[in-house]
């Protein structure tokens, strides 16, 4: 730990933000000056379906042996003669079989590598009773599902992670715990912070949250992205944080990427819904206050999180199958390619039911077609094209894996039998089905939840705090100004905004930040609600049936858009161009917003 003027800072790096992110990132952290945690966060929602399965392959699997093989196991005696401890929910579905492949790798340096685990969000003995129970699913109230259960895990907290860091652990391997909980816990066991001591965990929780997606917070994924340099070397976040629940978040030196106000609250809003009651299992968040300053080169100060107890529940996910998916990905070139495309893609669907009714097999669970290349994501807002070079993407959903693989095969055959100028696409070389998996949230008590913690195999003493008592009514909306200046003229969002997005399950969020305060009521007056849906008609489920929910962000000069029953699924299962809602973020920037004369002048100027 290094200290300023005399107060401790404790600096996090956020070295991973999934499992597959780059190699890139423990070189660079190691070369921070007293770096004390690195934070690998390893499960998004769709990483616990892959979990299972090679679980299923091998029982003492899975984890992915990738987090030794890749991110660690190289720097194993630096990170211990460094006394740097990292942290991580890279153990899946088996934390104590990635934990025992740590210390084993250790041992062959002759390294004794202390490695705690924390168990207990599994919850496959309860399945049985929640069944029985009627439990519904939280956002579209369907039933328990009746078959075979993947995988069904409660999003633990950050305090078992700190008990494991109080008993000594070099290393704290999770199952499934909220992201932001890699960065809270290591807090917690430095700054002694208590369980009702309700704005520090939300403030710690903000820097979590800042920090668990890699370099999304230093450049990755911006708006400007003109503005960010050497994508190929950027820079992982470091979280520079304090006693008082502040933190700066920077980057390693001579590396690419960029840390602004801007960086921050575009990662501050992803994937959140109502940021003043974003729910975590230690704290009920308030982030409409966090204030963000630019006090240096790539160095954004974060402060003014508050907290609300927590409620006194778990969020649970549960996996499991939901049939076999075959994906065609087919380049068409030349004169009419679009037209060409659609054609096709007809055809292949046709052709291909007309085989399923042959061999007395039920049609098609779900057909989805797009045209890539000719705007198909922006629907009735599509720019006139008539592109040379389209790739065409049909998707097909069927119970039996041998049917979806049927069209793998059949979509191949286009390249002799449709249009001309059709090729060949590297994905036939693929698997021609792969299966699918749904996802099912719903919240359970937590006194049905029993957490454990162990140090190298000896348990440790843990009890959750019971300090529930969040109540909705006590969240105070602020008050918003009305727009002081007649707008008579429009400009493009993106003049006046950064936006980013993400999805969660069946909806997605839109956080759109001012890029000065004054442009801030000009925004929410165009962006209302109803105008957002409009906007984003092509994009829900029912698009008659389009909602739209906003929340005023004031401390970043934000607002938050979540867009429900919306993307197809998610990114698991749906079959559009943008499954994970990545790309609805730009959308938006391109939505007229009226402004006054003299601001469009100014902003063309």
Not at 205 to 223: D, Y
């Amino acid at each position: 730990m290094s200290h300023k003027n005399g107060q401790k800072v404790v600096k996090i790096g956020g070295a991973s933000g999934a499992l597959n992110d780059s190699v890139i990132a423990v070189p660079q952290l190691l070369r921070v000056p007293g770096m004390n945690y690195l934070a690998f966060d390893y499960l998004g929602e769709g990483a616990m379906g892959l979990m299972r399965r090679l679980k299923e392959a091998d029982p003492r699997s899975g984890f992915l042996p990738d987090f030794v093989n890749l991110h660690i196991g190289p720097y194993l005696s630096e990170l211990k003669s460094r006394g740097i401890k990292v942290i991580s929910n890279a153990g899946g579905l088996n934390p104590e079989g990635l934990a025992e492949m740590i210390r084993q790798r250790g041992r062959e340096i002759n390294l004794d590598i202390k490695v705690a685990v924390v168990t207990g969000d599994d919850l496959d003995e309860l399945v049985p009773e929640l069944r029985e129970n009627g439990t519904c699913e939280m956002f579209g109230g369907e039933p328990f599902p009746d078959g075979p259960i993947g995988s069904i895990n409660a999003y633990l907290g950050a305090f078992p992670i700190a008990a494991a860091l109080d008993a000594g652990a070099d290393m704290v391997i999770t199952g499934r715990v909220v992201d932001s909980a890699l960065i809270l816990g290591p807090l917690i066991h430095e700054f002694g912070w208590q369980p009702d001591d309700f704005d520090l965990l939300a403030a710690g929780s903000a820097a979590g949250h800042l920090l668990e997606c890699g370099t999304q917070v230093t450049g990755g994924t911006f708006t400007d992205w003109q503005d960010v340099p050497d994508w190929a070397n950027i820079g992982f976040p470091v979280g520079e944080c304090h006693a008082d629940g502040t933190c700066v978040i920077t980057k390693p030196d001579e590396t690419g990427g960029l840390v602004s106000v801007g960086t921050v609250a575009e990662q501050l809003l992803y994937e959140v819904s109502d940021p003043q009651a974003y729910m975590l299992p230690d704290v009920v968040c308030d982030f409409s206050t966090v204030k963000l300053e630019q006090i240096g080169e790539n160095r954004v100060r974060v402060s003014g999180a508050k907290g609300h107890p927590p409620t006194d529940q778990y969020k649970v996910c549960v996996t499991y199958d939901a049939g076999w998916r075959s994906v065609a990905l087919i380049p068409i070139v030349g004169i009419d390619a679009a037209a060409k495309a659609r054609r096709t893609g007809e055809a292949l669907l046709e052709r291909t039911s007309n085989i399923l009714r042959n061999q007395n097999q039920p049609d098609w669970q779900l057909t989805h077609v797009e045209v890539i290349g000719a705007e198909a994501s922006y629907g009735d807002k599509a720019r006139p094209l008539n592109p040379r070079e389209v790739l065409l993407k049909i998707v097909v959903d069927h119970e039996d894996p041998a049917c979806a693989a049927m069209f793998g095969r059949e979509q191949s055959t286009a390249i002799m039998n449709m249009a001309v100028g059709t090729s060949i696409a590297p994905i036939v070389a693929a698997p021609r089905a792969f299966p699918l998996t749904e996802m099912f949230l719903f919240l359970i008590g937590k006194d049905r939840v029993q957490t454990h913690v162990t140090l190298d195999g000896k348990p440790i003493p843990f009890e959750e705090a019971d300090v529930a008592g969040f109540n909705p009514d006590s969240i105070e909306r602020p008050a918003t100004s009305a727009t002081a200046e007649s707008a008579d003229t429009e400009v493009p969002l993106i003049d006046l905004a950064w936006a980013r997005s993400g999805d969660k399950g069946r909806l997605f969020n839109v956080g759109v930040i001012a890029r000065k305060p004054e442009y801030l009521p000009y925004i929410r007056a165009s962006l209302t609600e109803q105008a957002v849906a409009d906007w984003y008609r092509e994009q829900f489920d029912n698009p008659g049936k389009g909602r739209v929910d906003a929340y005023d962000v004031p401390g970043c000069h934000a607002l938050n858009f979540v867009v429900h029953d919306a993307q197809g699924g998610g990114i698991n299962m749906s079959p559009r161009f943008d499954a994970a809602a990545k790309t609805m973020g730009q959308h938006l920037l391109e939505m007229p917003v009226k402004v006054p004369v003299d601001l469009a002048r100014s902003l063309a100027g």
